[in-house]
């Protein structure tokens, strides 16, 4: 599969997902039969915190519930948010437990989705910060606009974009978090520059994704899931570090946080730009 058949592939995922949201009451075929999988209690994948799992999620591996999703956020993180970005919320993670924002800095959340870390972190930088969110998806754009006027949001702004080509200009923010997207990107060497072209000086970026134990081979990962469910496009740890030391990061760390699939994990990636 090339690279654009990837990311249509993901684009398409992420679409149904939002779709999921703002359509609880999905079309059904022609036999009465609904036309997406029944929800999956006991099960979660990237693309299952909406109410019905979209078809296209229904033959790929899925993970435990728990793996992915809302329930990695705290009950005060998710208090006072709209429900629908709450239930938009499919990340591997809490980008925001290592990011450490302060009031008044500005944010870039790579995917932002359905909004829910833009939401968050607008919230902890205050009225004198501000957050951006970058999505190729109009559909999450659209939900993620919708979720911004429910919360009265006044310091955030959606823009549409892919995490390859940022449209936004050189140093320009303080803080770079995303979460569970960039093992879904088709070029992560080009992500990982765009963050590091983004941030200001002494900037640094908050990351949580799924990462592969380093004796995984892309052939491994592939076995253990697909691209679209977070697992076959994964980095490894060292895979990782190698490629944030080599657009210029330092203090490049990458904590495991929770198995998703046997050997690799949702992790926590740390990383700053040097202020020289």
Same mark, same amino acid.
């Given at each position: 599969?090339?690279?654009? *058949?990837?990311?249509?592939? &993901?684009? /398409?995922?992420?679409?149904?997902?939002? !779709?999921?949201?703002?359509?609880?009451? @999905?079309?059904?075929?022609?036999?009465?039969?609904?036309?997406?999988?029944?929800?999956?209690?006991?099960?979660? /994948?990237?693309?299952?915190?909406?109410?019905?799992?979209?078809?296209?999620?229904?033959?790929?591996?899925?993970? +435990?519930?728990?793996?992915?999703?809302?329930? @990695?956020?705290?009950?005060?993180?998710?208090? =006072?948010?709209?429900?629908?970005?709450?239930?938009?919320?499919?990340?591997?993670?809490?980008?925001?437990?290592?990011?450490?924002?302060?009031?008044?800095?500005?944010?870039?959340? @790579?995917?932002?989705?359905?909004?829910?870390?833009?939401?968050?972190?607008?919230?902890?930088?205050?009225?004198?910060?501000?957050?951006?969110?970058? =999505?190729?998806?109009?559909?999450?754009?659209?939900?993620? *606009?919708? *979720?911004?006027?429910?919360?009265?949001?006044?310091? &955030?702004?959606?823009?549409?974009?892919?995490?390859?080509?940022?449209?936004?200009?050189?140093?320009?923010?303080?803080?770079?978090?995303?979460?569970?997207?960039?093992?879904?990107?088709?070029? !992560? +060497?080009?992500?990982?520059?765009?963050?590091?072209? &983004?941030? !200001?000086?002494?900037?640094?970026?908050?990351?949580?994704?799924?990462?592969?134990? =380093?004796?995984?081979?892309?052939? =491994?990962?592939?076995?253990?899931?697909?691209?679209?469910?977070?697992?076959?496009?994964?980095?490894?740890?060292?895979?990782?570090?190698?490629?944030?030391?080599? &657009?210029?990061?330092?203090?490049?760390?990458?904590?495991?946080?929770?198995?998703?699939?046997? *050997?690799?994990?949702?992790?926590?990636?740390?990383?700053?730009?040097?202020?020289?």
């Amino acid at each position: 599969m090339n690279d654009l *058949n990837l990311r249509e592939q &993901v684009r /398409s995922r992420y679409a149904a997902a939002a !779709k999921a949201v703002t359509s609880p009451t @999905l079309p059904v075929g022609e036999d009465g039969s609904d036309s997406c999988c029944q929800p999956q209690p006991a099960l979660a /994948s990237c693309c299952s915190a909406p109410p019905r799992v979209p078809a296209s999620c229904c033959s790929e591996p899925l993970a +435990p519930v728990g793996h992915f999703g809302s329930d @990695l956020y705290s009950a005060d993180d998710r208090s =006072d948010l709209p429900p629908e970005a709450v239930e938009a919320s499919l990340g591997c993670g809490n980008p925001l437990m290592v990011a450490e924002l302060r009031a008044g800095e500005t944010v870039l959340d @790579l995917g932002s989705g359905g909004g829910i870390d833009v939401l968050l972190s607008a919230r902890r930088v205050g009225p004198t910060g501000f957050a951006y969110g970058v =999505d190729m998806t109009d559909e999450m754009l659209e939900l993620a *606009n919708q *979720n911004k006027q429910r919360a009265g949001a006044t310091n &955030v702004e959606f823009l549409k974009g892919t995490i390859e080509d940022v449209p936004l200009p050189d140093a320009c923010v303080d803080v770079v978090i995303s979460n569970c997207v960039i093992n879904l990107s088709i070029d !992560k +060497p080009a992500v990982l520059a765009e963050m590091f072209r &983004v941030l !200001k000086p002494g900037g640094r970026i908050g990351i949580a994704d799924v990462v592969a134990e =380093d004796h995984l081979t892309p052939t =491994d990962r592939v076995a253990r899931g697909a691209y679209v469910s977070c697992i076959a496009g994964a980095l490894s740890r060292s895979e990782y570090l190698d490629g944030l030391r080599a &657009v210029g990061f330092v203090d490049a760390s990458v904590e495991f946080t929770h198995e998703v699939v046997s *050997n690799m994990h949702g992790s926590l990636i740390r990383a700053t730009k040097p202020s020289a």
